[in-house]
């Protein structure tokens, strides 16, 4: 697994493999954390990247988020625009 963050997205179609299915869910991060909270959202690697990304954004300044292209850590990547 590798999770990734993107932002400035628009709607496209998908090109999904012939067995892979996609359904996305456009939500504030806020909300999706509440859901976890919750016990609404149990998928451990959606869980996994959600906190990520909550980590990520508390820390941009530490990382710099906002003038990197892509950053890898160990076991991490995500690509920011």
Known sequence: MHP????NLA??????????ILNV????LDDAMEMIYKGE????KTVSALCMVAHWLQDKEVFGI???KGLTKPGLSHMID
């Open 11 to 20: 709607p496209g179609k998908q090109k999904l493999d012939k067995d892979e």
């Open 25 to 28: 869910h456009k939500m504030k």
């Open 41 to 44: 959202i149990r998928d451990g």
């Open 66 to 68: 906002e003038n990197v």
């Open 4 to 7: 990734f963050m993107a932002t």
